[in-house]
C-alpha cells in the first residue's frame, strides 16, 4: 500500500550521507520528492529508523543547487536505500523543490538528446 503524499520523480542528484556530522557515502538518488527520497547507497548496512544528514547537491543550467536534509532510513534493501526527510522548515523544503524542478528538467532533457541517465554507484567514505 502506498503512503506517499507527495509525487516521487525520477532524478540523479549526487548524495553526500552524514551520520552524526561524519561523512559516510557518496551516491546517487533514485527518485525524489518533499517527502522523502530513494538512493542507490548498496552495502552500507543502514537500519531502518537510523537518523541521517543528506547533502544533496546539483550543478543546473543557470544555478548550483545545494541542500542539506535531515532523514531518517525506512529501508535500506537491495542496494538502495529508503529516506524520509524529517526538516520541514518552509525554507529548506523551497530550495528542495527547486532542486527537483531542476533534475526532473536536466532528466527530460537527457532523455530528449538520447542520454543516459542511469545512476552512479555508492562510494563509501572511510578516512
Known sequence: ??????????ARISAL????????AYCATRDISLEGAQLNC????????????????ME????????RMSAVV??????????LFTARSQEVLARLE??????QQQEADVAYAGGD???E????IFL
Open 74 to 83: 525506512m529501508h535500506a534493501d537491495d542496494g538502495r536505500v529508503g529516506l
Open 1 to 10: 500500500m502506498e503512503h506517499r503524499r507527495a509525487r516521487r520523480v525520477s
Open 17 to 24: 550521507i552524514r551520520r552524526r556530522g561524519v561523512p559516510v
Open 60 to 67: 543546473g543550467a543557470s544555478v548550483s543547487h545545494h541542500v
Open 117 to 119: 541517465t542511469a545512476a
Open 121 to 124: 554507484g555508492c562510494y563509501s
Open 98 to 103: 527547486q532542486l527537483v524542478q531542476e533534475a
Open 42 to 57: 548498496g552495502g552500507m548496512g543502514f537500519e531502518a529508523r537510523t537518523p541521517l544528514e543528506v547533502d544533496f547537491h
